[in-house]
């Protein structure tokens, strides 16, 4: 399977997560993203130990630089994934959309403020669009978009983390949520109803790992062998398909106040695709 397509699978497994995790029914999400935590763990653990990792993790596990940016990335990612499981079990799949069609220029803009990294004009306006689809509802309602916000930016900074860890996908969520499982294991002990569970979702429970790495494993095999330019334009058909699911199989409404939103996040997506396009013709024009 050419690197592309397992890109594309990637993210439209992560795509159909929207319709995965109401499948938990009423269970409390919280517990949910504990459970997933845990899994997730044993899942990589498995993985890791099966392809020969072993020795990478001990040897991981002794460099306290980069256990510290592991221990950072686990705390932000269960932050980002205890928030997307609370806005899809609660109905709020639109605002998950809305988060990772902005992730990308919020994570252009913090390379700019942690690395120094420089942006360009357009780039500016595409994320000063964002910011106005953001307000949109704040203006109209007088409600901020929370969810959206906290899952964009919790990944974005996510990934600013992850440039400072040289661990491989796999190491990197083992050690990852290696870190946060107590955290996991002492609200599953001390604030969950673990003795309601139904026959139904203690079967579930152990795929949230595989849900969680399958898609992982694909994009950290696919990327190799895929441009980041295809990688980041197949990027956007996860939010799109999440939008249309959330509206068509799910039934929530999309309103006057979501076009308008939606619109000026989508003007600066495009203009932060254009701009993308545009240098990369400028760098191949110079080679």
């Known amino acids: 399977m050419p690197g592309s397509l397992k890109v594309l699978a990637c993210y439209l497994m992560w795509a159909f997560l929207v319709l995965y995790w109401p499948l938990f029914g009423a269970m409390d999400p919280l517990a949910v993203l504990c459970f997933r935590i845990v899994f997730s763990m044993i899942f990589c653990l498995i993985i890791a130990l099966a392809t020969g990792h072993g020795p990478a993790l001990r040897a991981l596990m002794k460099d306290k630089r980069q256990m510290l940016f592991l221990f950072f990335a686990g705390i932000i990612i269960t932050v980002n994934w205890g928030s997307y499981i609370i806005a899809v079990m609660t109905g709020r799949v639109i605002d998950a959309s809305l988060a990772y069609y902005m992730c990308p220029i919020i994570t252009i803009v913090l390379g700019f403020f942690i690395y120094n990294e420089r942006l360009r004009p357009l780039q500016w306006v595409a994320f000063a669009l964002a910011v106005i689809g953001v307000t949109v509802p704040i203006i109209a309602y007088g409600q901020v978009p929370v969810f959206a916000i906290i899952i964009g930016t919790s990944f ?7 440039k400072q860890v040289t661990a491989t996908a796999m190491e990197s969520i083992f050690m990852e949520t290696l870190l946060v499982t107590p955290l996991a294991l002492i609200y599953l002990l001390a604030f969950s109803h673990l003795g309601d569970l139904s026959s139904k979702e203690m079967l579930l429970i152990p795929t949230a790992g595989i849900a969680t790495t399958l898609p992982l494993l694909l994009f950290a095999v696919g990327i190799k062998d895929t441009s980041l330019s295809v990688a980041g334009v197949l990027m956007y ?51």
């Open 156 to 162: 974005a900074v996510y990934s600013a983390v992850k």
């Open 237 to 287: 058909v996860n939010p799109t398909i999440q939008l249309l699911l959330g509206v068509f199989c799910l039934g929530e409404e999309f309103t006057t106040t979501h076009a308008w939103m939606f619109a000026f996040v989508w003007a600066g997506v495009a203009l932060f695709l254009a701009d993308g396009f545009r240098e990369r013709k400028k760098t191949e024009h110079i080679e």
